[in-house]
């Protein structure tokens, strides 16, 4: 399950920026009053970016935006206890626009970002508050640290010593840590209604039981918090003695497919993911489609279709999963060579080079090496001259995906 969130870097800790609320009065650091000229040079390209500070400790981000939906630039903020996050475009000499989404119900914040000296930048709120911003040096991190979620709950992280707390307006399912230096952490998991927590993992293999856990992080590493539905584990099945899907069917559903001769069931007891492979027909197959997906009934038509079927294999996904000495022996391909191998892809970060990927019933963090010109022209085909340079494992992807195996 891929949750994402835009972030920006402030030191050594990632705020999120998407889902920003306001949490009072915005602090003014000196009021001026002035137009914004619109169109003021049609010739002028903006070219700074980065992270930026005031001397009141107000910060504020410029990134280039990656994403086509959204042209322009991702400006981030925080301005006191107050943070502000979305894409706006160039204007003339400056970049001008409403830094409140456009999903959120909130009154809007409308700000002109625009050059100031010979690195700095001006902000300027539509109320007439401006703030003053020069370059931030941020320390390179050596340890990357990915913390994500597989099922439905949340996360919270805190540094030891500070409160954990979980925001119940915007949960978060996924969370980055870039550190400098080893440091220690505390991590928390917290299930959804319905849900249950079953265990921490770090780099696809069990870590903890535990829903809080405090990790010295040492080494750049993915910790997935797993969940799985309430309820799972009180109907134990014996699953060596099962010969057909029907005796499967009353366990949490993660997933199905139908091909042309076999049907995969993926499921989960006792906290461990297994997929079952039955012998299936095209005719079979042509009486599933058949069905109508807006069917008050159809699952309970298909599960009539699939019940009978033989099993011919249970396996394991749990087990499967991939070490990171494993893993590590993709370092070095390129971005075609994965795609040879049948990797796919779903989605990307530009400015850190990561993609999320999928391979088998997996899915993975890659990072390449190498640079995109041209954020909103960007194509997949892009990929194809890119060198990986590390991959982490980052939760079950289509547990049905027997294709490429």
Not at 109 to 116: A, G, M
Not at 278 to 305: H, M, R
Not at 324 to 342: H, P, V, Y
């Amino acid at each position: 399950m891929k949750k994402t969130i835009a972030m920006m870097l402030f030191g050594l800790l990632l705020c999120p920026m998407s889902a920003c609320t306001r949490g009072g009065a915005v602090q003014q650091t000196e009021t001026e009053t002035g137009p914004f000229t619109e169109n003021s040079s049609q010739d002028f390209v903006w070219s700074r970016e980065g992270y930026f500070k005031d001397e009141e400790d107000n910060f504020l981000s410029v990134t280039r935006s990656d994403d086509t939906e959204y042209p322009g630039w991702y400006v981030g903020c925080m301005l006191g206890e107050d943070m502000y996050g979305w894409y706006i475009e160039q204007e003339g000499d400056t970049l001008h626009g409403n830094l409140v989404a456009d999903y959120l119900d909130e009154d809007a914040f409308v700000v002109t970002v625009s050059e100031e000296g010979e690195d700095g930048l001006m902000l300027t709120v539509e109320d007439g508050t401006v703030y003053h911003f020069t370059p931030m040096e941020i320390e390179e991190a050596s340890i990357t640290v990915y913390i994500n979620t597989e099922g439905f709950g949340q996360i919270a992280t805190a540094k030891e010593g500070e409160a954990l707390e979980f925001d119940e307006e915007y949960p978060s399912q996924s969370s980055y840590l870039g550190l400098a230096e080893p440091e220690t952490y505390v991590f928390g998991a917290k299930p959804d209604e319905g849900w249950k927590f079953l265990k921490w993992t770090k780099n696809g293999e069990d870590y903890a039981t535990d829903s809080q856990i405090t990790v010295e992080l040492t080494e750049s590493a993915e910790y997935i918090a797993v969940f799985g539905i309430a309820g799972s584990d009180e109907t134990p099945v014996d699953l060596e003695s099962v010969t057909t899907l029907g005796e499967l069917l009353g366990l949490p559903d993660y997933g199905s497919a139908a091909y042309e001769d076999t049907y995969v069931y993926a499921f989960e007891q006792d906290g461990i993911f297994y997929r079952a492979i039955a012998q299936s027909s095209p005719e079979v197959l042509d009486e599933i489609f058949q069905l109508d997906w807006e069917d008050a009934d159809y699952d309970t038509k298909k599960n009539e279709l699939i019940s009978s079927l033989e099993v011919l294999q249970i396996e394991n996904l749990s087990e499967m999963i991939p070490d990171q000495s494993e893993l590590d022996n993709w370092i070095g391909k390129t971005g075609q060579e994965l795609f040879d191998e049948g990797w796919t892809n779903s989605g990307w970060n530009l400015d850190t080079m990561e993609f999320y990927m999928d391979y088998g019933p997996f899915a993975y963090i890659v990072t390449f090496d190498g640079s995109v010109e041209n954020y909103e022209d960007f194509e997949e085909e892009d990929m194809n001259p890119l060198v990986v340079t590390s991959v982490l494992y980052d939760g079950l992807g289509d547990a049905t995906n027997i294709e490429e195996e």
